[in-house]
């Protein structure tokens, strides 16, 4: 009789044994599932969030260059001393960018003077627009070493483009920029791409531009492979 009683009593002690095991690994299966979810959702609120300040960034720009060209009311202003000075203290934006003049035969208006230079001539014959346009990232006509992206805008007059304005976006102060708004926060590293030529113009991992192609060689976390990641 002890006998059976003790078979059943481990019967039942293994049995409790069985469910509370299949019980704690479902609480752990949904937790981990939970914590996944949130960390995907948090990514992607920060993802959105760097979107709209380079959004910001540009609309802001696009909005101050487009009452600049209001200078510009014939060929002649370009020299208007005026104008020049307007140019060279001029800063617009969240970024407070600089602004520029350039023209195809290479004259320019920039931060510390005007006049002629071939470089004008041969970033507007890679670069030039009839629409507004954001460069590539590309060296600094005027500083070398000093790595920029530009926002075009073209000037017209009587119907005819006579000329562009840009803001200059000097890459260096652009993770700074995301730092204020906490989109970098909590230890995470920010990586923003331009497609046109795979470069990541801000990594804050590296803490230079890179590649996509320097990430190809880092382990990733089972089922979640590079490629996904492109």
Not at 120 to 138: A, E, M, R
Not at 160 to 179: K, M, N, R, T, W
Request: net charge positive; glycine share 6%.
């Amino acid at each position: 009789m002890k006998s059976k009683i003790f078979s059943f009593n481990a019967i039942i002690t293994f049995v409790l044994i069985a469910f509370l095991f299949g019980v704690t690994e479902i609480g752990f299966f949904y937790i981990s599932k939970r914590v996944t979810a949130d960390c995907w959702e948090n990514l992607h609120q920060i993802a959105k969030n760097a979107d709209s300040r380079l959004v910001f960034v540009s609309r802001s720009q696009m909005g101050a260059l487009i009452n600049i060209t209001d200078l510009f009311t014939s060929v002649e202003t370009f020299d208007n001393p005026e104008v020049v000075k307007y140019i060279q203290e001029v800063r617009i934006g969240p970024l407070q960018a600089p602004v520029r003049v350039y023209r195809r035969n290479g004259y320019y208006i920039y931060e510390k003077g005007n006049g002629t230079n071939p470089k004008v001539v041969g970033l507007l014959n890679k670069y030039f627009s009839p629409s507004p346009y954001i460069t590539p990232v590309h060296e600094d006509v005027f500083r070398p070493g000093v790595m920029v992206a530009e926002q075009f805008f073209p000037i017209r007059y009587k119907g005819e483009i006579v000329g562009v304005l840009a803001a200059v976006i000097d890459l260096h102060v652009l993770p700074g920029f995301f730092a204020q708004s906490n989109v970098n926060s909590d230890g995470l590293n920010l990586l923003i791409l331009d497609r046109r030529d795979s470069l990541l113009f801000v990594d804050t991992f590296h803490k230079k531009m890179s590649k996509v192609t320097d990430y190809s060689t880092r382990k990733t976390k089972k089922g979640y492979p590079y490629d996904n990641g492109l």
